[in-house]
């Protein structure tokens, strides 16, 4: 699904947010079960570009979603 330069290409913006949403829906009932908090880290390393933001975005709006702590660096 990635480009040449390794990123998803902005028409697959609605695949990127559905893949997001449901990684992040997995990995909350996991901790509910577990009985542990989830802070969301290692997201998002990619280039400059628009295609870039979409997909550090569309992690974003999941993580959000369940009102989740994050850090991005």
Request: proline share 3%; glycine share 6%.
């Amino acid at each position: 699904m990635c480009s040449a330069t390794g990123e998803p290409p902005l028409s697959a913006k609605s695949t990127c947010e559905k893949f997001h949403k449901d990684k992040i829906d997995v990995r909350v009932q996991n901790a509910k079960d577990l009985g542990v908090g989830l802070f969301i880290t290692e997201f998002g390393a990619c280039a400059n570009t628009k295609a870039c933001v979409m997909e550090i975005n569309a992690a974003l709006d999941a993580i959000d979603a369940h009102m989740l702590s994050w850090g991005y660096w």
